[in-house]
């Protein structure tokens, strides 16, 4: 699973074994080391989650820990269909918005 961040936007990208693993296992988690010490890292993870109402991704952020949460019947229906992405906004800090981009990694055809 990639992750990217662009000023306001978050972006997440599965590859097609990692989108079957989510719609198998409802959760995704990468780890990224970025020190010495074993709390010294990024970990970001994707998630279905029955609580949330409505249709749009939202994001969780503690120390050194991204979610982004999935409504359950959304992450479901994007898992089994042909849907390429699933597309949320939240309100952050400052009147500043942040955009969430979950995406099928198609990769290229040429």
Sequence with gaps: MKLRLEDNTLRLRLSPEEVAEFSRLGRL??????????QD???YTLERNEAILGTAPVVRYGAG????QVPAAVADEWTSTAEVSLRGTTD???NQVLHILVEKDLGCKH
């Design 92 to 94: 952050v800090a400052d």
């Design 65 to 68: 820990a991204l979610a982004v």
């Design 41 to 43: 890292r990024l970990v």
């Design 29 to 38: 988690q990468t780890v990224v080391p970025l020190g010495l010490n074993p």
